[in-house]
């Protein structure tokens, strides 16, 4: 029972959108990921996510709107919801969700991360 430094685990590594896990919760992870441009459209079709942002802003679009996500803000997109996240600077996100879940959801391309490490 440690405590998790966010800005340390945040400096280990440069990567975009390739999300590391930091600790275990459940049957959750709870995951660290650089966000900079634009992601891909996707959805979970079991999971809930929770996109907690630590620094920078992170633009959610869904197919009929967006919503801003703030440093200090949280947002939880329900399963089955279409989204894509996009980030104009880094921004660092802490997620939660479970640990069956798919970064890129319903699809398999060349963001998809099958096996995360753990830092």
Known sequence: MDTVNLREK???F???WKPKII???NDSYVKAVK???EFVWHHHAHEDELFLVVKGTLKMKFRDRETIVREGEFLIVPRGVEHLPVADEETHVVLLEPKSTLNTGNLTNERTVAT????
Do not use: A, D, V, W
Not at 116 to 119: E, G, T
């Open 10 to 12: 945040f400096q280990l």
């Open 23 to 25: 600790g275990e919760l």
């Open 116 to 119: 995360l490490q753990r830092i």
């Open 35 to 37: 966000f900079k441009g």
């Open 14 to 16: 440069t990567e975009y």
